[in-house]
């Protein structure tokens, strides 16, 4: 409401201060630390994981919806009621609340876009070879229903809006899961969705024109953010159109655009089609050395802030694991050094960071060390 005649410059200020979305602080969470046959146990986890963001508060908490129990990235079961697949527990909808009521932060419902195992007959993204023969992708790959088949469309939107009935949050973030590489995808669906668009069904061909596989690249591209928009909408039919939408991106390409057609991922696009962008900034992860990892996270800030609205509405997330290390198990990344690495972000210019996956059972990272790096009570930052 203007009133008391303000100056032009005073009114401005008032006008930006309000649209400015300051600095944001997340942690990812899986909810598989969370969860345990036993009830009790269970119950006990979730108290000591809400306990732990209060004290440790964050802006908002990116919070699993699936569950991943090996690890392979492959969904079979969910932690919500849904038509489609088995659910684990009924926790998702209790987290999310516990931790909005109790520990007052904002909660984002993260969730797989492609990667899902399923009885149903649909299409799997399948893999082009030279020789013209297809497959599925290696078992190291995620191994994804086809963004083109309608019957996958209409599989996950049933699961989105599953959970915007059964749940309270205030957003979704998109899993990395949505990718496509320079030989994917092959399905029957895909090729006859090429066809359409005016690109035939031979992939070989494609790929061996240049301009075509540019353009080829761009349609993946297009048609995995549509996708995420379309499964955005189904949220927003139950829960109205303030849900907040995020997507995992890769480092790659917003370090080297060209890597665009070994990803389908466009960082232009994501910051035009999302309200965040959420980059991996896990340096080992993409076979960096330790030793120059800081130069690598300052060449990935500078790299977004190339883009229009790129540092306003791209969130950083660095690892708090190795899953490269040699052994069965991730290695845990010291506390010390991840504090380093979000610090290093913001005094390049970050102005939003966060990290994965938080262990509130082993305090890891250490609450003390990590608590002023990722707080918004005690990491004031200017802003723009």
Known sequence: LVDNDPKIDSFAGFITAREDVGSNRIIHVDLDYVYDADPIQMEKNLGELVQRIADLRPRGVYLQAFADPTGDGLVRSVYFPNSHLPMRADLFNRAAWQLHSRAHVEVYAWMPVLAIETNEPVDRVLRWHPDGSVSLPPAESYQRLSPFDPRARQLLGDLYEDLGRSSYFHGVIFHDDATLNDFEDASPSA?????????GRDIGAIRADA?????????????LTDLTLELAQRVKKQHGPQIVTVRNMYALPALKPESEEWFAQNLDDFLQAYDWTAVMAMPLMEGVASSQAIDWLGELVQAVARHPEGLRRTIFEVQAVDWEAKGSAPREIKSEQIAQWLNALSAQGARHVGYYPDDFVRNHPEMNVIRPEITTNWYPIKND
Not at 191 to 199: M, T
Not at 211 to 223: E, L, P, V
């Open 191 to 199: 090729l006859a969705a090429y066809e359409k668009a005016g690109f």
């Open 211 to 223: 301009t075509k596989m540019q353009a080829w690249t761009r349609f993946k591209s297009r048609a």
